[in-house]
Structures are given as C-alpha cells and as structure tokens.
C-alpha cells in the first residue's frame, strides 16, 4: 500500500486560485472559494466589510480573505466550524472541553489563511513591480510545517513525544459583544477573546511558552479573569513568542494508515538559553500596544522599571482578585 500523500506548497511556491490551499488538488470547475474567518463569526461580529490590512499596507475586507479549496475539502471545513461554533457559542466551559487538536487546527487554518492571503498579495506586487520576491527561509520553514501540521484536518495524523503548540484557555469577565483578535504572523502566536473567554496559541513552540510561564498559568488556573489582566497574559506571551530562539524541526514519518510526527529535541549548539534575555522595556511597549483600550502609557507602565505595572500577580505573587482592579472594561 502507498503512503498518505502529503501537500507541500512551497516546494514550488503554489499559491495560485488553480489548486487547493490544503490538499494540492487542481481545482478546475470543482473549486469554491473558502473564507479565511468562518461566516458564523463574522456573521457574529459583523466582520464581512471591515477592513483588515496586510503586510503591504494593502487593505482587504474580511470576507475578502479567501483560500481557493477542492468543495469536498471545503464541506470538511465547514462542518468542521460548526463544532467549534457549538462551543464557542456555549462559552468557556465548552470550548475548554474542546480537544487541544481541534483548538490547534481552527487558529492553524485562520493564521495559515492570512499568510496565504500575505504571500498571494506579496506575488502580485513582485509581478506590477517585476522585483523578485523577497521571502524568508525561516519564515518559509515554518509555514510549511504550520501546513504540514493543518493536513491533520483532512488525513490521519498523530504527534508522538510532545505537541507543536502551546493553548491556553482562561474563562474572561468580557463586556458584551467583545471581539479582540489578534495574531503574530512572523512567531506564529494567535489570541481571541470573545463571550465569556480568551484563548492565546503559539502555534510552534513545542510546549515551551507553557514551560515559561508556568508560574503565571499555574496561579491563573480556574480564575474568572478582567480583560486587562487577559490582555497582560496575551502581552507576555507574545513577547516570549518573540524571545523564543530556536527554529523547531520535526521527523515527519508518513504510512500508509497515518502520519506520525514527532518534534525535534530543541537543543542547540551554541549552549545558549532558549528564550533571549528578557528587556523590561521592550515587555513595556508591547504591554502599551495590548493595553490601548485603558490607554496606559510606556511611561507609566515601566516608571518603576524594576516593578512595571502589572494587574495579574500582585505584591505577594498571587492573582490580584478580579473586584480589587480599578479600571473601566475593554
């Protein structure tokens, strides 16, 4: 028997309309065209024609984020939405039932979605401009493993010896109608907050912003959290995604039943730590950026550079009580 075919689009840099985002298929009349954000949500926050702007300063609607797809694919997808809809509609104690997988592959496919979206928009200014296009090897290794990974959703895998990401899901005292979403493309970290919860995925870490952050994530477990004290949890991740050093590898072993892949010890040569050194100041400014509703300035976040503000642990190292922050909602 052969063994499960798997799709790699940048083998040779296929990110044309013609052939599936997900399986390599060619599309030919049988293609549809699949939304990057799933209809129900932007149903949900009115999303369709806001504006979401990419990385060229190109400015594209919502609903304008497509990704060419083989229908049958997209009939998966769908159905697919809908068990995480069903979740994310009943609130934090069902998406936290959610398997991790499931949390993995729905954030995998929006952020894979934009980068696709990214590199589609990045073609067509190399062929107005007729400069080659610049792209990164790095990033390249790793969208072709984010990729890799999101084929879970359409054939048989397992991850043997450890996971590729870290989720985290804490239950959040949101104001109604509240949809906070943001993603890191170049780190690969995502988060969204909305009804009753916050999510904050790195999507290929292998664990390691768990580990990072265990004191926090440990002190936080089962806490109803202020959105302020969310966004700080969103703003330290982000930031370590940011410090993280290494370029994760992964042996990748398909049969003809499944596709086993199994992370790669990170250990490097240079003996050097994996996370680089933390900077007080630069936490300070990505704390600013997470912290624009309650308009906290870098100077008064890090007036104290040895104590910046923080609302999540206080002087005695424990989760300040929710009732105790001051401040309006975001």
Known sequence: MSQIPLYNPFKDFRFGNQTCFLSGQPLGEAGVQAPVFPDWLMRKFALEDKPFKLLDESVRTYKELQLPCASAIAERLGQFDQRVEAAFEQGYEAVKELDELSVFQWVARTVYGVVFNEIQAGIRQQMRTGEPMNFSQVLAHKFKNLHLMLQSLIVPMQFDNGVPYTIVVTQVDNPEHTF???????????????????????????????????????????????????????????????????????????????????????????????????????????????????????????????????????????????????????
């Open 180 to 330: 906070s979403y943001r993603d890191e493309i170049n780190t690969l970290v995502y988060s969204l907050r909305m009804n009753d919860f916050g999510i904050i995925v790195c999507l290929q870490d292998n664990g390691t912003n768990r580990i990072y952050h265990k004191e926090y994530l440990e002190k936080l477990e089962g806490q109803v959290l202020h959105p302020i004290q969310f966004e700080e949890l969103c703003a330290r991740i982000f930031y370590s995604a940011y410090l993280f050093n290494r370029l994760p590898e992964y042996t990748v072993m398909p049969t003809d039943n499944c596709v086993y892949i199994e992370p790669m010890p990170l250990a490097d040569m240079s003996m050097k730590p994996m996370f680089d050194h933390w900077q007080v100041k630069t936490f300070g400014q990505v704390l600013e950026n997470f912290w624009t509703p309650w308009g906290l300035t870098l100077y008064e976040i890090i007036k104290d550079p040895e104590h910046p503000v923080s609302f999540l642990l206080g002087a005695d190292g424990n989760l300040l009580p929710m009732e105790n922050i001051d401040l309006p909602k975001g």
